[in-house]
């Protein structure tokens, strides 16, 4: 292979091209004058694309060639980025250069690198006038993933009688489980990583977490105009627009391309650059992840498929023998946050055992209550969530002796304001949030 040898000194990183036909898009990139990286994406029984779309189309596959480049990017991180059809209007520059910083803020920081200032997507081009409005189908696509929050909008969305088809990028039968479960229409797009990923991973690249529901949010933009949706609605609650930590000045948050900021890039581009009648959100938007989790508890169909365990997600390495490890911050905090919401034999027939009487599983706890630790570089609440939730625990006769209910009454509550740990205000929807004015009734499905 003509791959460099050494990823991290390579100098540039270059857009190729990005092609689609029959179903399948193609995304090249390439460091250097290295070999070209291509990326398939593959959408099944792909209709003819009516030509009032095809502008939107080709508008969506740019963006979608440019944002998925992130997972390439990162390999060597090099200081120059080219573009093969030129400059990018400022928007799209914009962009693309918070994406970039933001979303891989997580990955600098484990690697010990800073890309402030270093990240610069070649800008100046012409901006194009803004797109009109498509007269796209009242139809929406819901991101499933397999955990409780997309359910949640799910079945928000059906209690409205919205016409809607869940989504899954990749191949994990438990996603497909749940999407099946919810006797929506369904669409399982798949996502090909370019093999030569893998082996400049051998040779030495970076490596670390990359903004993936960016690259989601892309290919469901992509698909919207192909199969005629005029809405995504992804499941991302309030908390995750909450850093992780900060950082010689800057905030890092695992969440980010889940968060408000990236939320309102996206939504205002897609409206300006593809269709002013496509809209972007999160239909959870307005609520903390206790208040979904309090929706969720009635959910009681999906308790023997949903998992939220990301060890059942992983491209490469073991997964659980069951949905739930029972040692991860996701099984954690899933634990936590439903307890107040579910009879405890419930929650304990679900992850088939009980986290909070394993004092073993100490550490992974403080670190979600944020004590003596920073939250888990996961998606996972607030620290003052999960605080909120262990201190209603401590309240109940039926958790108040189990170990790790009893160890934060004793040790971690001495040291915390009662009066901030109040289970309450989290239940209590906030007013920001970008839902079109169709799925607004949904909202209130959810409170």
């Known amino acids: 292979m003509n791959h460099p040898i050494q990823p991290r000194l390579t100098q540039v990183f270059r857009f190729l091209h990005a092609r689609y036909a029959d179903g399948v898009a193609e995304l090249a990139y390439a460091f250097d004058e290295g070999e070209p990286l291509v990326e398939r994406i593959r959408f099944p029984a792909a209709p003819a694309l009516p030509p009032a779309r095809q502008a939107a189309f080709d508008a969506a596959l740019k963006l979608l060639h440019l944002i998925a480049g992130v997972s390439y990017y990162k390999a060597g991180v090099p200081p120059q980025i080219e573009v093969a059809n030129g400059p990018l209007d400022d928007a799209t520059a914009d962009l693309l250069d918070a994406l970039y910083l933001h979303g891989l803020a997580e990955f600098a920081y484990r690697n010990g690198l800073d890309l402030r200032g270093r990240i610069h997507f070649p800008r100046g081009g012409q901006a194009l006038p803004a797109m009109p409005a498509l007269g796209l189908p009242k139809r929406t696509l819901v991101p499933i993933g397999g955990g409780k929050d997309s359910l949640v909008a799910v079945e928000a969305i059906k209690s409205i009688g919205g016409d809607a088809t869940a989504v899954w990028v990749g191949n994990s039968p438990l996603i497909a489980a749940c999407a099946e479960r919810t006797g929506l229409p369904t669409l399982n797009i798949q996502r090909e990583l370019a093999p030569g990923l893998f082996e400049l991973n051998r040779l030495g690249a970076w490596n670390g977490h990359i903004p993936v529901t960016a690259v989601n949010s892309a290919i469901l933009a992509v698909a919207a105009i192909l199969y005629g949706h005029d809405s995504i609605a992804f499941a991302n609650e309030r908390s995750a627009s909450a850093a992780t930590l900060e950082y010689d000045g800057q905030q890092v948050n695992h969440q980010w391309s889940k968060g408000y900021a990236f939320e309102t890039l996206l939504s205002d581009w897609l409206h300006s650059h ?6 972007y959100c999160s239909l959870l938007r307005p609520y903390s992840e206790l208040a979904i989790t309090r929706a969720f508890a009635k959910l009681t169909p999906y308790f023997d498929s949903f998992s939220s365990c ?4 992983r491209i490469l390495g073991p997964k659980p ?4 490890c029972g040692q991860c911050p996701k099984c ?8 107040p919401f579910l009879p405890k034999p419930r929650l304990l027939t679900i992850f088939g055992r009980n986290l909070l009487d394993d004092e073993s599983q100490a550490a992974g706890f403080d670190a979600l209550l944020e004590y003596q630790d920073h939250k888990p570089f996961e ?6 969530e999960a605080r909120a939730a262990m201190y209603a625990l401590s309240q109940r006769p039926e958790w108040a002796e189990d170990a790790l209910v009893a160890r934060f009454r004793s ?12 289970l309450e205000p989290w239940l209590q929807p906030s007013g920001e949030h970008r839902v079109p004015a169709r799925l607004q009734a949904a909202l209130a499905a959810i409170g």
């Open 274 to 279: 593809v269709a002013a009648d496509l809209d």
């Open 310 to 313: 990301n060890r059942n997600f």
């Open 411 to 422: 040790e971690i509550l001495p040291q915390l304001d009662i009066a901030q740990l109040a």
């Open 379 to 384: 998606c996972v609440g607030e620290g003052a």
């Open 332 to 339: 954690h905090f899933v634990f936590l946050a439903l307890a």
């Open 321 to 324: 023998a069951d949905r739930w």
